[in-house]
Protein backbone atom coordinates (compact mmCIF):
# COMPACT_ATOMS: atom_id res chain seq x y z
CA UNK A 1 0.00 0.00 0.00
CA UNK A 2 1.41 3.39 -1.19
CA UNK A 3 1.15 6.02 1.55
CA UNK A 4 1.51 10.04 0.74
CA UNK A 5 1.50 12.32 2.96
CA UNK A 6 1.44 16.25 2.48
CA UNK A 7 2.44 18.86 4.58
CA UNK A 8 3.72 22.74 4.18
CA UNK A 9 0.42 24.31 3.10
CA UNK A 10 -0.80 27.61 4.67
CA UNK A 11 -2.00 31.07 4.11
CA UNK A 12 -0.43 33.66 2.09
CA UNK A 13 -0.67 37.05 0.18
CA UNK A 14 -0.68 37.46 -3.25
CA UNK A 15 2.09 37.23 -5.12
CA UNK A 16 3.94 35.15 -2.09
CA UNK A 17 5.22 31.75 -1.70
CA UNK A 18 4.87 28.58 -0.25
CA UNK A 19 6.46 24.96 -0.52
CA UNK A 20 4.52 22.01 -0.30
CA UNK A 21 6.03 18.59 0.53
CA UNK A 22 4.64 14.81 0.22
CA UNK A 23 7.05 11.83 1.98
CA UNK A 24 6.53 8.74 0.40
CA UNK A 25 8.43 5.40 0.02
CA UNK A 26 11.43 5.31 -2.30
CA UNK A 27 10.14 2.58 -4.85
CA UNK A 28 7.07 4.72 -5.61
CA UNK A 29 9.36 8.11 -5.50
CA UNK A 30 11.58 6.65 -8.05
CA UNK A 31 9.26 4.66 -10.33
CA UNK A 32 5.26 5.84 -10.70
CA UNK A 33 3.83 8.87 -12.01
CA UNK A 34 3.66 11.57 -8.85
CA UNK A 35 1.58 14.43 -9.65
CA UNK A 36 0.08 17.05 -7.15
CA UNK A 37 -3.95 18.09 -7.80
CA UNK A 38 -5.76 20.46 -6.12
CA UNK A 39 -9.63 21.04 -5.51
CA UNK A 40 -11.38 24.68 -4.65
CA UNK A 41 -14.65 25.01 -2.78
CA UNK A 42 -17.40 24.06 -5.09
CA UNK A 43 -15.15 22.74 -8.06
CA UNK A 44 -13.83 19.21 -9.19
CA UNK A 45 -10.81 18.42 -8.51
CA UNK A 46 -8.24 19.03 -11.47
CA UNK A 47 -4.08 18.48 -11.83
CA UNK A 48 -1.49 21.04 -11.52
CA UNK A 49 1.71 19.22 -12.15
CA UNK A 50 3.37 15.80 -12.66
CA UNK A 51 7.03 14.50 -12.62
CA UNK A 52 8.47 11.16 -14.06
CA UNK A 53 11.49 9.40 -15.75
CA UNK A 54 13.93 10.28 -13.37
CA UNK A 55 12.65 13.74 -12.90
CA UNK A 56 13.34 14.91 -15.75
CA UNK A 57 9.92 14.45 -17.65
CA UNK A 58 7.63 17.62 -15.85
CA UNK A 59 4.08 18.62 -17.07
CA UNK A 60 1.99 21.58 -16.01
CA UNK A 61 -1.12 22.78 -16.51
CA UNK A 62 -1.43 26.52 -18.46
CA UNK A 63 -2.38 28.15 -15.35
CA UNK A 64 0.64 27.97 -12.84
CA UNK A 65 3.64 27.16 -15.37
CA UNK A 66 6.21 29.42 -15.01
CA UNK A 67 5.35 30.36 -11.29
CA UNK A 68 4.65 26.45 -9.95
CA UNK A 69 7.54 23.92 -9.91
CA UNK A 70 7.71 20.55 -8.93
CA UNK A 71 10.85 18.33 -8.12
CA UNK A 72 11.23 15.57 -5.90
CA UNK A 73 14.52 14.33 -3.18
CA UNK A 74 15.07 10.67 -3.61
CA UNK A 75 17.36 10.99 -0.62
CA UNK A 76 14.54 12.45 1.93
CA UNK A 77 11.76 10.17 -0.04
CA UNK A 78 10.03 13.80 -0.81
CA UNK A 79 7.89 14.92 -3.34
CA UNK A 80 8.01 18.86 -3.60
CA UNK A 81 5.96 21.60 -5.64
CA UNK A 82 7.31 25.33 -5.11
CA UNK A 83 4.52 28.18 -5.63
CA UNK A 84 5.84 31.41 -6.26
CA UNK A 85 3.87 34.26 -7.22
CA UNK A 86 0.45 32.61 -5.54
CA UNK A 87 -2.47 34.19 -7.16
CA UNK A 88 -6.58 33.91 -4.86
CA UNK A 89 -7.35 31.78 -7.35
CA UNK A 90 -4.62 29.44 -6.38
CA UNK A 91 -6.82 28.65 -3.46
CA UNK A 92 -7.67 24.98 -2.74
CA UNK A 93 -6.82 21.82 -1.04
CA UNK A 94 -4.06 20.34 -2.28
CA UNK A 95 -3.51 16.58 -2.57
CA UNK A 96 0.31 14.34 -3.71
CA UNK A 97 -0.94 11.52 -5.77
CA UNK A 98 0.71 8.62 -7.49
CA UNK A 99 0.09 6.22 -10.19
CA UNK A 100 1.47 3.24 -11.80
CA UNK A 101 3.88 3.36 -14.43
CA UNK A 102 2.07 0.80 -16.49
CA UNK A 103 -0.54 1.41 -18.46
CA UNK A 104 0.77 4.76 -20.29
CA UNK A 105 -1.51 7.19 -20.92
CA UNK A 106 -0.90 10.11 -23.69
CA UNK A 107 -2.57 12.36 -21.63
CA UNK A 108 -1.49 13.16 -18.25
CA UNK A 109 -4.07 15.33 -17.37
CA UNK A 110 -6.66 12.33 -17.91
CA UNK A 111 -4.52 9.26 -16.09
CA UNK A 112 -7.14 7.99 -13.28
CA UNK A 113 -4.80 8.59 -10.07
CA UNK A 114 -4.44 5.21 -7.97
CA UNK A 115 -3.13 6.53 -4.71
CA UNK A 116 -3.88 10.32 -2.89
CA UNK A 117 -2.61 11.43 0.04
CA UNK A 118 -4.62 13.47 2.74
CA UNK A 119 -4.32 16.92 1.20
CA UNK A 120 -3.02 19.87 2.45
CA UNK A 121 -4.85 23.32 2.46
CA UNK A 122 -3.14 26.70 0.98
CA UNK A 123 -5.36 30.11 1.09
CA UNK A 124 -4.18 33.22 -1.01
CA UNK A 125 -5.66 35.96 0.00
CA UNK A 126 -5.49 39.35 -1.89
Known amino acids: QVQLVESGGGSVQTTGALRLSCKTD????????MAWYRQAPGKEREPVAQIHGGGVDTYYVDSVKGRFTISRDVHENMLHLQMNHLKPEDTAMYYCAARPPWPPYPDWEKAPIKYWGQGTQVTVSS
Open 26 to 33: EYTLRYYF
